[in-house]
T-cell receptor
């Protein structure tokens, strides 16, 4: 596609509900990143894939967070048993190859947990 | 670990004023440095980057120089426009790590 696409754009969940956030990177981009952005703060790293391999998941805040990229393109970030503190914008970004290249960001999914 | 510190905002300027947004960093090794911009209603996009010491990144009239001795990457523009109103993020990526580390962002408002 022309850019990184994320869906849904907005998600409201009741506390305890499971949610799944989708990211469709730019076609052919090898690396894919998930970031969490709280209001008024910069993006915080969650996890990173190179093709289908999850190379770094050190930023995932708890075992309720799980990400996958089974075919090396589309990725899904799943949050189980959502809590209010999970409310944030979840950003996906991709790069063509090596990680020091610029990141291409999607518009994000704004998650609100009530 | 790596960290990025940006000057706190918000920053409000009149059109044609000079802009400086300070950014300092802490990192192991020799990171690449970036400025990203987020215009209202849009996603983050790269503004400029520098990959080694003394490199100057530039784009759309904005400049930033990679200063290893002061661990800084300050963003400057000689004459801002109303259309430059946005949130600006300083970021770094270490050579041996995939992830980028971001500052908290500085909101710039330019008034006509």
């Amino acid at each position: 596609g022309a850019g990184v696409s994320q869906s849904p754009r907005y998600k409201v969940a009741k506390r305890g509900q499971d949610v799944a956030l989708r990211c469709d990177p730019i076609s052919g981009h090898v690396s894919l990143f998930w970031y969490q952005q709280a209001l008024g703060q910069g993006p915080e790293f969650l996890t990173y894939f190179q093709n289908e391999a999850q190379l770094d998941k050190s930023g995932l805040p708890s075992d309720r967070f799980f990400a996958e990229r089974p075919e090396g393109s589309v990725s899904t970030l799943k949050i189980q048993r959502t809590q209010q503190e999970d409310s944030a914008v979840y950003l996906c970004a991709s790069t063509q190859g090596r990680t020091n290249e610029k990141l291409f960001f999607g518009s994000g999914t704004q998650l609100s947990v009530l | 670990g790596n960290s990025v510190t940006q000057m706190e905002g918000p920053v409000t300027l009149s059109e044609e004023a000079f802009l400086t947004i300070n950014c300092t960093y802490t990192a192991t090794g020799y990171p690449s440095l970036f400025w990203y911009v987020q215009y209202p209603g849009e996603g983050l996009q790269l503004l400029l980057k520098a990959t080694k010491a003394d490199d100057k990144g530039s784009n759309k009239g904005f400049e930033a120089t990679y200063r290893k001795e002061t661990t800084s990457f300050h963003l400057e523009k000689g004459s801002v426009q109303v259309s430059d109103s946005a949130v600006y993020f300083c970021a770094l990526t270490s050579t041996n790590a995939g992830k980028s580390t971001f500052g908290d962002g500085t909101t710039l408002t330019v008034k006509p």
